[in-house]
Structures are given as C-alpha cells and as structure tokens.
C-alpha cells in the first residue's frame, strides 16, 4: 500500500469517527431537550386540559361570586394583574436598564463589583422577603393595602433581572462600535443610550420579557402589599385582586367550583404573559423591519 493510500485511509477512517462522535453528541443534547420540555409539556396540558373548562364570557368579565355559590368570574383580577405589570414595569424597567449600563461601561471599580454582588443575591432573593420590606417601607407608612406597595415590590423582583440582562447584552457589543461612535466626536452618554442600546435592542427586550413571567406568577409579595379585593379597581391607594391570588384564594376553598375556577385562572395567566410576549415582539419586529427599509 502507497503513501497517499495510508494517508486516504487514515483520512477516511478519522472522518467516520467524528461523524459518529458527532451523532452522539447530537442524539444526547435531543435527549437533553426532549427531558427539559417533557415537564413543560404536561404542566401546559394539564392546565388546557383543566382550565378550558371554565372559560366564558362571565368568567373573564364578572367578579368574584359568594363562597359556596358557582357563579362570576376573576374580571377584577385580570384587570389588577396587569395594572400591577405596567406600575412595576414603569418602575423596574428603568432602574434596571440604568444599573446595567453603569455595570457594563463603568463596572471596574470596587463600588460596582459591589452593586453586582448585591444584584445577584437579591436575584435569588426570596420574593415573601421583599413583600415584608414593601410592607414595611409603604403599607405601614401610608396605612393601607394598596397599588402602589403591590407595584413596588415586583419592581423589586424586576430591578437586578433586567439589570444582569443589559449588562450581559452590552458586553456583547463589539468594542469597534463604541470606538467609531467616540471617534466620530459622541459624547459618551449619547453613544450609550442612541448606539449600545439600539444595538443590543432584541436582548433588552428579552430582559423585560423575563421579569415580566417572573414577576406575573408572584403571589407571596402580592399577600402582604395589595391583600385583594372582589371589587374592580378603585384607586391606587386602595386594594387591588390579582390572578395569582385569586388562584391561591380559589384553591382554599373546599367547593368543586373554585378548583375549576383555580385552573381556568391559571390558564388565563399562562396566556396573557405569552400574548404580551407575543406582541411586544411583533411590536418590536415590525419597528425594526421599518428602520431597515428606511
């Protein structure tokens, strides 16, 4: 056998290796994905399964009926959950997009490796901690249950998931972008906020999403700051119904009714973070779409 021969076979035979090594891999990380939506899968089906059963016009519309009586609806939480979403939104959305930024572009001093610190522990952060703090700080201040101790604490919850969000996206931007922004005479603020944030747009947006089906399933903080309420939205110093403690409150109940209730609440909720999700990307797409064709 020639030289050019052992060398073809060698060749050859490496080749069939990696194409086995690489199918391999390829059957595991599909084995891994099938493992990981498995659970996801039979959580949304059960939930369809159980919660379409309660839906109605009523159910969506009416507030909550006597106990022991199979009547209304969650109306008032469906409104409270999402003025509860845009307070906290209006509230977590800024701060954290703000301690991002000052991470990412200033995070080399001692303060900052503090300020990230603390922003990864409160991550993790107990969410019945941050709703005795919101207790604390608003309810026994001003007196009342109310909105805006609800909105606070979510905001909370919101703040250092947004923040790690920004901060990841933009390191990710290339270091090329912010030298030819400086190079053409912007002022470092400007290219921050018109450059880098444009730039890493979609992952800021992905951000937000996260805290958003963080913050809408949250019942512990919501117990101690808006306490609940079978009426619709009376003001913002007033008590407020959310979905997620509706939920908690149906499932206390020994009736047949308020099980079903519970599960056509959840499935309710499982749709509007992934209709907000939904459309905020058409939104977004769209937006972006239109500057291209521009």
Not at 59 to 79: K, V
Request: glycine share 10%.
């Amino acid at each position: 056998m020639t030289k050019p021969e052992i060398k073809q076979k060698f060749v050859a035979g490496n080749l069939k290796r990696r194409m086995l090594v690489d199918k391999i891999f390829r059957g595991a990380a599909f084995g891994c994905v099938v493992l990981a939506i498995i659970p996801l899968g039979s959580i949304l089906v059960e939930v369809f399964k159980n919660g379409a059963l309660a839906i109605s016009f009523e159910f969506l519309t009416a507030p909550p009926g006597a106990a022991g009586e199979a009547e209304g609806g969650i109306g008032p939480a469906i409104q409270g959950t999402m003025i509860l979403i845009g307070l906290a939104t209006l509230m977590g959305v800024p701060a954290g997009v703000m301690t991002g930024i000052y991470l990412s572009e200033f995070g080399s001093n001692k303060f900052a490796r503090t300020v990230r610190f603390f922003n990864d522990v409160l991550t993790e952060f107990p969410s019945i901690v941050i709703g005795i703090f919101a207790f604390i700080v608003i309810v026994l201040t001003i007196g009342s249950f109310s909105v805006w101790a609800g909105a606070f604490a979510l905001s909370i919850i919101m703040l250092p998931v947004v923040a790690r969000t920004t901060e990841e996206s933009l390191k990710l931007v290339p270091q090329t972008i912010r030298e030819a922004a400086l190079a053409l005479g912007v002022p470092q603020w400007r290219m921050t906020f018109s450059v880098l944030l444009a730039t890493t747009k979609s992952g800021l947006i992905t951000g937000v999403m996260l805290a958003v089906a963080r913050i809408a399933g949250e019942t512990a903080p919501l117990i101690l700051t808006i306490l609940g309420s079978s009426l619709f939205f009376q003001g913002f110093d007033k008590p407020l119904d959310a979905i997620p403690l509706r939920i908690w409150r149906l499932s206390l109940l020994p009736y047949d009714y308020s099980q079903l209730y519970g599960w056509g609440a959840a499935l309710i909720l499982i749709l509007l973070v992934l209709s907000l999700n939904v459309a905020v990307r058409m939104l977004t797409g769209r937006r972006m779409f239109g500057l291209v064709r521009r």
